[in-house]
C-alpha cells in the first residue's frame, strides 16, 4: 500500500452555506461520474489520493481552497451525492467527520452485504483501521485525526482521505492513502509527504527507525513488570554525548504501560503491524517501546518531519506564496476533461470551465 502525500492548511471553523453544500454535491457527483465513464474506479481513487488534485477538486467546487474545511465539506458533499450512484458505478464511501469515522468498518461491511460484493470486507477494514494507527500512532507530528474517509470499488481497490488538526499552531493536516501494491504499512508508506514542516517529529515509518521495529517486538515478547527509565542521547561532532531531558512527556503512565504490555505479550504479535494494529497500542505506547528500545538496545531513534515539499497552488495574492503555474496548469489540464464530460447543464458547465480558465490566467 502506497501512501502518496499530505497536505496542511489552517484549521476553520463555522458552516459552509447550504445552498453552496447543495450545489458542490451536485457537481462533485457529475465530476466523479464523468471520470469514472472516462477512466474507470482505480483512477478515481488514485486522484483522490494525490493532495494536488483533491485541493484543485475542492477549488472548482466553489470551497476556500486556504481551509482545513475543504476536506470535511468537500468529502461530506461527495458521500450524499454518491450514495445513490454506488452500486450503478461500483465505488462506494464510508466514514466521515467525528463519529461518523468510528462507523467506517460498519459501513464497509453493510456495503458489501447490501450490494453482495465479492470482497473481503474484513481486510479493507483492517486497511481502514491500519492507515488510520499509522498517522495517529507512527507519524506523531502533533496532529490529532477527526476526519477519516475510506472509499473502495468493487474489486477491493481503496483509498483513504483522513484529517488531523494541531490545537497548538491551528492548522490541519491531511493524509492521503491510495492500495496499489502489496506494501508494508509501516515502513515508509510515504511517496510524498506535503504540508508545512514540524520541528520535532517521531515518524517510526522511517527508514532510519527500522530497527526500533524489530527491537520492539523483542520488548514486549517477554512480560514487564517495570517501566525503563527513558532518555535522549546526543552525539557531538567531537565524540562527546550529551542527556537531553525533554519539556514534554510522551510516555503512558506507568501502570497503564505495563498493562498494555501485558496485552500485547498475551495477544502475541508476529510482526510491528501486527503489534500497531492491536487495541489500546497508541501514539504514547509505540513511542515509549521506541526509547527503551533505544537505552536498551542502542538503536537510536530519528526524529524528522517527512514532510518532503510545500503544499501545492498558492493565491494571486502571495498568501501563502505565489501561484506556481506549471502545477496548477497540469491539475486544470486533468480536471477540463473530467468537466467536459460531465452531464451538466450548459451553463453550469460553463461557469466551471470559466472558473478554470481564470484561474489559469491570473
Known amino acids: 500500500m502506497h501512501k502518496t502525500g499530505t497536505a496542511t492548511a489552517p484549521l476553520h471553523g463555522g458552516h459552509c452555506p447550504p445552498w453552496l453544500f447543495?450545489?458542490?454535491?451536485q457537481l462533485s457527483g457529475a465530476m466523479i461520474e464523468a471520470i469514472i465513464v472516462e477512466y474507470g474506479t482505480q483512477e478515481v481513487l488514485r486522484r483522490f489520493s494525490d493532495p494536488v488534485w483533491f485541493q484543485a477538486f475542492g477549488s472548482v467546487l466553489g470551497f476556500d481552497w486556504h481551509s482545513s474545511g475543504l476536506t470535511t465539506v468537500?468529502?461530506?458533499?461527495?458521500?450524499?451525492?454518491?450514495?445513490?450512484?454506488?452500486?450503478?458505478?461500483g465505488l462506494f464511501v464510508a466514514g466521515g467527520k467525528g463519529k461518523a469515522s468510528r462507523k467506517t468498518p460498519e459501513e464497509i461491511d453493510t456495503m458489501g452485504s447490501r450490494y453482495a460484493l465479492a470482497l473481503d470486507s474484513v481486510q479493507l477494514t483492517q486497511a481502514s483501521r491500519l492507515a488510520a494507527k499509522v498517522d495517529s500512532g507512527l507519524v506523531q507530528d502533533g496532529y490529532s485525526l477527526y476526519h477519516h474517509v475510506f472509499l473502495f470499488d468493487k474489486d477491493g481497490h481503496w483509498a483513504v482521505v483522513q484529517q488531523g488538526m494541531n490545537e497548538d499552531n491551528h492548522l490541519a493536516r491531511r493524509y492521503h492513502w491510495l492500495s496499489s501494491a502489496v506494501v508494508d504499512f509501516t515502513v515508509t508508506p510515504h511517496q510524498g509527504i506535503v504540508g508545512q514542516p514540524e520541528g520535532h517529529v517521531l515518524d517510526l515509518t522511517a527508514r532510519q527507525n527500522l530497527p526500533i521495529h524489530q527491537t520492539s517486538l523483542e520488548l514486549v515478547a517477554r512480560p514487564q513488570d517495570t517501566l525503563l527509565t527513558l532518555r535522549k542521547l546526543?552525539?557531538?561532532?567531537?565524540?562527546?554525548?550529551?542527556?537531553?531531558?525533554?519539556?514534554?512527556?510522551?510516555?503512558?503512565?506507568?501502570?497503564?504501560?505495563?498493562?498494555?504490555?501485558h496485552q500485547i505479550y498475551e495477544a502475541d504479535p508476529k510482526d510491528y503491524s501486527q503489534l500497531v494494529a492491536l487495541p489500546g497500542v497508541g501514539a504514547s505506547t509505540l513511542r515509549a517501546l521506541a526509547m527503551v528500545s533505544e537505552v536498551v538496545h542502542g538503536t537510536p531513534l530519528t526524529f524528522k518531519d517527512p514532510v518532503r515539499y510545500s503544499f501545492a497552488h498558492g493565491g494571486k495574492d502571495g498568501t501563502p506564496f505565489p501561484v506556481h503555474r506549471p502545477d496548477y496548469e497540469a491539475t486544470i489540464a486533468s480536471l477540463e476533461t473530467a468537466l467536459q464530460r460531465a452531464r451538466l447543464g450548459e451553463m453550469d458547465r460553463m461557469k466551471a470551465l470559466k472558473r478554470l480558465s481564470s484561474i489559469a490566467a491570473s
Open 234 to 261: 546526543k552525539d557531538n561532532e567531537d565524540g562527546t554525548r550529551d542527556l537531553s531531558m525533554p519539556r514534554y512527556h510522551m510516555v503512558p503512565a506507568p501502570a497503564y504501560f505495563n498493562k498494555i504490555l
Open 74 to 89: 468537500v468529502l461530506g458533499a461527495f458521500k450524499e451525492a454518491w450514495a445513490a450512484r454506488a452500486k450503478d458505478f
Open 22 to 25: 447543495e450545489h458542490m454535491r
